[in-house]
């Protein structure tokens, strides 16, 4: 069975940190790794991440995937209050897409 | 275009009563997902559409629970006598082909009282 761990569960900082989310994950025939954030209801894509060490890169938000240790970072730089959202990692396998629990960010001002 | 879109966006109901959630995929997509999604956990698997079947329905959690996507776009997503324990958001997704980018609706948040 396909697993997906994401850590920190939850994580408060303020407005201008830097912040480095991490998702681990167990899968049988990986294709690919995606984040999405969570504010209300609908997760919104973020990245599709499917080669080791290229780092894909959208404003303040950037990603890399490392396939030997089986694990991606999420990187936030100088948070703003509207980063404050539920970010999921999910990963694309033999049970098709496998999601972790999410880490809940806020960013307080 | 327009995303993919869930109707109603919110249900309440009754213990025992019958509920059918909608969803209207991206257009051209011919892969459609239904997930459930408790609170504090991430998205859960339920079933998945190729066209106007049913590729993998592993992840119904029983009989009450059935889904159906007779012309290949839009998807009903059907629980008989619901109970306490069904109160979820029900999420939809589409991706072009299987295994690509899914992209959600806004999901329908389920009460059942």
């Known amino acids: 069975e396909d697993k997906v761990v994401q850590s920190p569960l939850s994580l408060v900082v303020h407005e201008g940190d830097t912040v480095t989310l991490n998702c681990s994950y167990e899968?049988?025939?990986?294709?690919?790794l995606l984040w999405y954030k969570q504010e209300k209801k609908a997760p919104t894509f973020l990245f599709m991440l499917t080669s080791s060490g290229i780092e894909k890169k959208s404003g303040r938000l950037s990603s890399i995937l490392d396939k030997k240790e089986l694990f991606s970072i999420l990187n936030i730089t100088a948070t703003q209050t509207g980063d404050s959202a539920v970010y999921l990692c999910a990963v694309i396998g033999a049970d098709g897409l496998t999601f972790g629990k999410g880490t809940h960010l806020i960013i307080q001002p | 275009g327009a995303g993919v879109s869930q109707t109603p966006s919110n249900k309440v109901t009754e213990k025992g009563k019958y509920v059918e959630l909608r969803c209207d995929p991206i257009?051209?997509?011919?892969?459609l997902y239904w997930y459930r999604q408790s609170l504090g956990q991430g998205p859960e698997f339920l079933i998945y559409f190729q066209g106007t079947g049913a590729a993998d329905d592993s992840g119904l959690p029983n009989d009450r629970f059935f889904a159906v996507r007779p012309e290949g776009s839009v998807s009903t997503l059907k629980i008989q006598r619901t109970e306490r324990g069904d109160s979820a958001v029900y999420l939809c997704?589409?991706?072009?082909?299987?295994?690509?980018?899914?992209?959600f609706g806004p999901g329908t948040r389920l009460t059942v009282l």
């Open positions: 257009s051209g997509h011919t892969a």
């Open positions: 997704a589409s991706s072009l082909r299987p295994k690509d980018t899914q992209y």
């Open positions: 899968v049988t025939n990986f294709r690919s």
